[in-house]
């Protein structure tokens, strides 16, 4: 079993999405639109596992942290308290022969010093700063006055709604408070499949500390980023820390720690963790004209809190979670492609097989193991998929590409030999499952040994539930 070399990695993982339904360029019948892409049934499946297992770690599974939804449309006012209106912004050059445009701190160093275009040879022009905020405006008319923006980040909208949070839940320090939403960013030059994109989703909590106790608080998100990492299988030798020297911090960032992946374009940031101090609060209090201080119970002082900020991006967490998983190997002579994605992620969990679709006594029978499990998973995070389509080759191969860590196969043995009928499978599916004789077992397959092993349908979800645990 090997790993793809990264030189072409890239390019079977951006065709293998397409070709499975993981991912699909946006409005693609159209020729595309640089920097959007649209999440497919698996990719929508395996978002939403990502999505789930952050939620739950970081939001559900602790007693300090509050989930909330904010609008993705922003007042400019907020913005402009921030500080994104004035330095939310990219060095750009500008080709004076081809026009194209380049971020000037992503060009080859070497053709940025002879100061030549990376697509044509050309003179580059003298940098200077885009801003990357999608402006939009509100109401009947366009004015200055009616000027908002596409949320650069999902950070605002949390500091916003600081003091309805506090007023409502009386919440005590340190607590935190979460959402997972869309932010949007005009990039100069949209690239790396979902690394760097217009549209994108973000992970986010702003946790509130006393502005002595940030650095523990630091270290403690520090370790669930990590405990994170590992939870969604995202490759721990691939990933490593970078201190972030103060000239390259956000405006707003008194301490940043990377951690970046090793992706087959290079190692780049995968996630952030910030330490904002008092910056939002404080600027939002001055810019609005509302208190947004804490009434500290030990002290009886008003505070104004410091932040820690988790940030973890999810298209790049798929694209992580992706580039970790897939693996060639050699299965009966034959070059196979499959995800090693964890159950828990995996879009499909069990996939239910008729031996061959057109003898009706498999189908049906395939259907009633199909209505168990599903009914066994039904209010677990893991799903059941019925498959009858193409040869039995052919979909071990699909589920494989999907990354589906198990696949049941109903053949003949299970229904042609003399057998007691199947009291468990009678109760759940309402029918007679012994009436058509058979040893009643199925082949289950693992998906990356390829072993293949009888199981009685009696005892099936208990084998499945298992190796799940």
Excluded at 111 to 130: A, H, I, M, N, V
Excluded at 418 to 426: C, M
Aim: with cysteine.
């Amino acid at each position: 079993m090997t790993k793809e070399p990264q030189d072409n990695l890239m390019e079977k993982i951006v065709a293998l999405c397409k070709r499975r339904g993981f991912i699909y360029p946006s409005f693609d019948i159209y020729g595309g639109l640089a920097g959007f892409y649209d999440y497919g049934p698996y990719g929508l499946a395996l978002k939403k596992n990502i999505e789930n297992l952050w939620w739950k770690q970081f939001v559900t599974d602790r007693e300090d942290v509050f989930g909330v939804d904010t609008v993705e449309v922003t007042k400019k006012e907020v913005l402009e308290a921030s500080g994104h209106v004035g330095g939310f912004a990219d060095p750009m050059v500008t080709c004076e022969k081809c026009k194209k445009r380049f971020r000037a701190d992503s060009l080859d160093q070497a053709r940025d010093k002879q100061g030549k275009c990376p697509e044509c040879g050309g003179k580059l022009g003298e940098p200077k700063q885009f801003n990357m905020m999608l402006k939009t405006h509100v109401g009947a008319s366009e004015d200055d006055a009616s000027v908002a923006y596409l949320r650069p980040e999902t950070a605002q909208g949390i500091f916003t709604n600081f003091k309805n949070v506090v007023d409502s839940f009386h919440p005590k320090l340190s607590f935190g408070i979460a959402q997972i939403g869309k932010a949007f960013r005009n990039e100069i030059a949209p690239r790396d499949f979902l690394f760097r994109v217009r549209e994108l989703e973000q992970m986010e909590v702003e946790y509130f500390v006393k502005e002595g106790e940030w650095k523990p608080a630091f270290e403690m998100w520090r370790k669930e980023i990590h405990s994170f990492i590992t939870a969604i299988g995202i490759d721990g030798n691939k990933v490593s820390e970078l201190e972030v020297a103060e000239a390259d911090r956000a405006h707003y960032s008194k301490r940043t720690i990377d951690f970046e992946f090793e992706f087959p374009f290079g190692r780049k940031e995968l996630y952030g963790l910030a330490y904002r101090t008092d910056y939002d609060l404080k600027n939002h209090a001055t810019a609005s004209g509302v208190d947004l201080s804490y009434m500290d119970e030990e002290t009886k002082e008003k505070i104004v809190p410091h932040v820690i900020e988790p940030s973890l991006g999810v298209g790049r967490s798929f694209l992580a979670v992706l580039l970790s998983a897939y693996t060639e190997d050699e299965m009966n002579g034959e070059k196979r492609v499959f995800l090693k994605l964890k159950p828990a992620l995996a879009p499909i969990t069990v996939a239910v097989f008729p031996l061959l679709k057109n003898k009706p006594e498999l189908v049906a029978k395939a259907r009633e193991v199909f209505n168990l499990l599903r009914s066994t998973f039904r209010d677990t995070r893991y799903t059941v998929a019925f498959d009858d389509n193409g040869n039995i080759g052919k979909r071990y191969r699909r589920q494989d590409e999907i990354g589906t860590p198990f696949c049941v196969t109903v053949d003949f043995d299970t229904i042609e030999k003399p057998a007691q009928p199947d009291a468990r499978l009678n109760d759940i599916v309402g029918q007679d499952s012994g009436r058509s004789g058979g040893d009643q077992s199925v082949t289950v397959r693992d998906r990356d040994t390829g072993k293949q092993e009888r199981v009685t349908i009696s005892d099936l979800t208990e084998k499945i539930k298992s190796v799940l645990s």
